[in-house]
């Protein structure tokens, strides 16, 4: 049987952590940063996990699962 192919574009924007949980860039920083306060964006800059509902399907997009 040949080897799963990630789907790259989400292999782009997802990256697992140590204990299988998938992590995320946060939106809204793309552009029209000048009407957000210093504040927000700074907070933008961190990433988050993904929800729990969605975890599954990203991993295997990923090709974990």
């Not at 989400?10 to 009407?35: E, Y």
């Not at 927000?40 to 929800?51: A, E, F, P, Y």
């Amino acid at each position: 049987m040949p080897k799963m192919k990630s789907n790259r574009s989400a292999a782009k924007r997802f990256r697992l952590t140590g204990t299988g949980k998938v992590r995320r860039a946060r939106s809204m920083h793309g552009h029209l940063l000048t009407s957000k306060t210093r504040k927000r964006k700074r907070k933008l800059r961190t990433n988050t996990l993904v929800s729990g509902a969605e975890t599954r399907r990203i991993k295997r997009l990923l090709g974990q699962g």
